[in-house]
């Protein structure tokens, strides 16, 4: 099973912090997703990679930067933490090229900024 | 740009009632279509998927139909199970997947 993992349940961090959430898959999946989901808006679309070194801006960029160093990790950033960014965030993979190819969802990450 | 639209909850149904959750979208073309769930304190799992017009998607009894006419997708299931409560999510292929807001479902015994 393609297993996705993020690295931390449960986070609380103070505004102003810079905070690193990561996800890793197994799968040597080529595309990794990060999204937030939050109640009565679903899941919304923070940024994405199709490769190593390689980002693209989602529908909700702002605040956020993502790293991909690695092919099995792909890191979401909040340069600078504010309450407005408390949320559950899932990580996401899939294999390249196959449009009709679900994503596999890590467990969530839910981040409080106090 | 892309957008899905799903049917406010919660919806509440006594064991073996027969659900629909009815979904829409927006697109450009006809995007592969899906329904994911996700069951309380865990990450969304693919539930079901259909990738062409009138195709059906089905898994664990639930289903769904593409419908290219309607612009829908809804969700059918004969007979639910408590088992079955979980918040319920429509979404679409584009670039990356696009989703609706969930729907919740409590089942009741």
């Known amino acids: 099973d393609v297993k996705v993992t993020q690295s931390s349940r449960y986070l609380v961090k103070r505004t102003g912090e810079k905070v690193f959430l990561e996800c890793v898959q197994d799968?040597?999946?080529?595309?990794m997703f990060w999204y937030r989901q939050d109640p009565g808006l679903g899941l919304r679309l923070i940024y994405f990679?199709?490769?190593?070194?390689?980002?693209e801006k989602g529908d909700i960029p702002e605040g956020y930067s993502v790293s991909r160093e690695k092919k099995e990790r792909f890191s979401l950033i909040l340069e600078s933490a504010s309450t407005n960014q408390t949320s559950m965030y899932l990580c996401?993979?899939?294999?390249?090229?196959?449009?009709?190819?679900?994503?596999?969802f890590g467990s969530g990450t839910r981040l409080t900024v106090v | 740009g892309d957008s899905v639209t799903q049917m406010e909850g919660p919806v509440t149904l006594s064991e073996e009632a027969f659900l629909t959750i009815n979904c829409t979208y927006t697109a450009t073309g006809y995007p592969s279509l899906f329904w994911y769930v996700q069951y309380p304190g865990e990450g969304l799992q693919l539930l079901l998927k259909a990738t062409k017009a009138d195709d059906k998607g089905s898994n664990k009894g639930f289903e769904a139909t593409y419908r290219k006419e309607t612009t829908s997708f809804h969700l059918e299931k004969g007979s639910v199970q408590v088992s079955d409560s979980a918040v319920y999510f429509c979404a679409l292929r584009g670039r990356a997947l696009t989703f609706g807001s969930g729907t919740r479902l409590q089942v009741q015994p």
């Open positions: 799968m040597d999946h080529e595309n």
């Open positions: 990679s199709y490769d190593v070194k390689m980002k």
């Open positions: 996401a993979s899939s294999p390249p090229g196959d449009l009709n190819y679900g994503y596999t």
